[in-house]
């Protein structure tokens, strides 16, 4: 049984940063065993919105609009481990962030249904 497990979220003023992090756990499987890992966000009463994406072998990554410039998706190779470094946070990015994996080859990468695989969540409250 493959899982995401996310982790980092917290409390942080307005142009602060945090760093969210997303593992996976299961016997013979790491983030390895992934085509992509993407990281989403659902505030109170919205739907889950795409943010930032990387194919695992290409290290390739893409953004939404929203947080160009100041997230980066990134992926630690010896933990292994997929970080999302967020900076310069606005109250607006307040949300409960999840990470999301598929292991086949994923063509709308800022879908929701793309994806098998997510992490539980983690919580980011920003204060203005």
């Known amino acids: 049984q493959v899982q995401l497990v996310d982790s980092g979220g917290g409390l942080v003023q307005a142009g602060g940063s945090l760093r969210l992090a997303c593992a996976a756990s299961?016997?013979?499987?790491?983030?390895?065993?992934?085509?992509?890992m993407s990281w989403f966000r659902q505030a109170p009463g919205t739907g889950r919105e795409f943010v930032a994406t990387?194919?695992?072998?290409?290290?390739?990554?893409d953004y939404a609009d929203s947080v160009k410039g100041r997230f980066t998706v990134s992926i630690d190779s010896v933990r292994p481990t997929v970080y999302l470094e967020m900076n310069n946070l606005k109250p607006e990015d307040a949300a409960v962030y999840y990470c999301?994996?598929?292991?086949?080859?994923?063509?709308?990468?800022?879908?929701?249904?793309?994806?098998?695989?997510w992490g539980q969540g983690t919580q980011v409250t920003v204060n203005s």
């Open positions: 999301a994996g598929n292991m086949r080859e994923v063509l709308e990468f800022r879908l929701v249904d793309e994806y098998e695989y």
């Open positions: 299961g016997p013979g499987h790491s983030i390895y065993s992934f085509d992509r």
């Open positions: 990387i194919n695992i072998r290409r290290r390739s990554s």
